[in-house]
């Protein structure tokens, strides 16, 4: 089984600035892995397939990149609305694993 | 547009057992597969399940293997999830989430929860 591991496991940022989100692989998982967002009392959202291509209705702040075993959430530039948890995703042999999340607070 | 919307959550006793439904519109439910997710009270995602559009194939994590089994009527548009010998550890709130190109979870429900306590 893939394990996924996110760092860090919380980041303090204020509006306006720049987050960088990494989820590493325990083995290579190519380019299939995505990022989620979920807000307390919501559920997950997609915003990140395929480690860079932006899901219908995400804002173009929310990028991503990697392949094989590193990956990188990065958001340009914090909005109010951004301050979630963030996990990372993958598939292996019709088994899905999620990593453990990044919160994103205000700082 | 997608909905999907959970039922069948609630309070039961350890070893107990549950079904939960998920009821789909606004798609072909009969042409995508379908997942369980769960989270544990203030804890991450746990992928618990997933059925092929035709309820073909099913997998599952390993903790939840021989007591839960996923299934689909794809006359109803809906997605089950029958769960037995439940467990303290099971208490969650369990979401059910489309399938978007074989490996990503494009659609979730709100969630049911379930508490497993005596």
């Known amino acids: 089984e893939i394990v996924l591991t996110q760092s860090p496991a919380t980041l303090s940022l204020s509006p306006g600035e720049v987050a960088t989100l990494s989820c590493r692989a325990s083995q290579s998982v190519s380019s299939y892995l995505a990022w989620y967002q979920q807000k307390p009392g919501q559920a997950p959202r997609l915003l990140i397939y395929d480690a860079s291509n932006r899901a219908t209705g995400i804002p173009a702040r929310f990028s991503g990149s990697g392949s094989g075993t590193d990956f990188t959430l990065t958001i340009s530039s914090l909005e109010p609305e951004d301050f979630a948890v963030y996990y990372c995703q993958q598939r292996s042999n019709w088994i899905f694993t999620f990593g453990p999340g990044t919160k994103v607070d205000i700082k | 547009q997608v909905q999907l919307v959970e039922s069948g959550g609630g309070v039961v006793q350890p070893g107990g057992s549950l079904r939960l439904s998920c009821a789909a519109s606004?798609?072909?439910?009969?042409?995508?597969?379908m997942h369980w997710v769960r989270q544990a009270p203030g804890k991450g995602l746990e992928w618990v399940a997933f059925i092929r559009y035709d309820g073909s194939n099913k997998y599952y994590t390993d903790s939840v293997k021989g007591r839960f089994t996923i299934s689909r009527d794809n006359s109803k548009n809906t997605l089950y999830l029958q769960m037995n010998s439940l467990r303290a550890e099971d208490t969650a709130v369990y979401y059910c989430a489309k399938v978007y190109v074989s490996t990503y979870l494009d659609y979730w429900g709100q969630g049911t929860l379930v508490t497993v306590s005596s």
């Open positions: 606004g798609f072909t439910f009969s042409s995508y597969g």
